[in-house]
């Protein structure tokens, strides 16, 4: 069966970092589109991130750019997301999925 399960998030003061991961069972990375995307309560989804199967290409949002970065690890089937000087606006639920499958989220919040 299809699961992706997120990790890592928490409380962090402005300018910190956190990293998280996906573990994902019942297929292989490898061969899916992977992205990352948050929820805001009052806002739109938004999508931050995704990685091609190959590796080499990667596409990430304004709001994200040079600040978040997509990672892969191919023995452990896990997808993880380094986030980097974080604001308050990056306060949200954070999703990792593919196409028609997505994890149950982890919650992020950015606060002094």
């Known amino acids: 069966q299809v699961q992706l399960v997120e990790s890592g998030g928490g409380l962090v003061q402005p300018g910190g970092s956190l990293r998280l991961s996906c573990l994902c069972f019942?297929?292989?990375?490898k061969s899916w589109l992977m992205e990352w995307y948050r929820q805001v309560p009052g806002k739109q989804r938004e999508l931050l991130g995704m990685m091609t199967t190959d590796g080499t290409d990667k596409y990430y949002s304004e709001s994200v750019k040079g600040r978040f970065t997509i990672s892969r690890d191919n023995a452990k089937n896990t997808l993880s997301l380094q986030m980097n000087s974080l604001t308050t606006e990056d306060t949200g639920v954070y999703y990792c999925g593919r196409h028609r499958f997505w994890g149950q989220g982890t919650q992020v919040t950015v606060d002094s």
């Open positions: 019942g297929f292989s990375i």
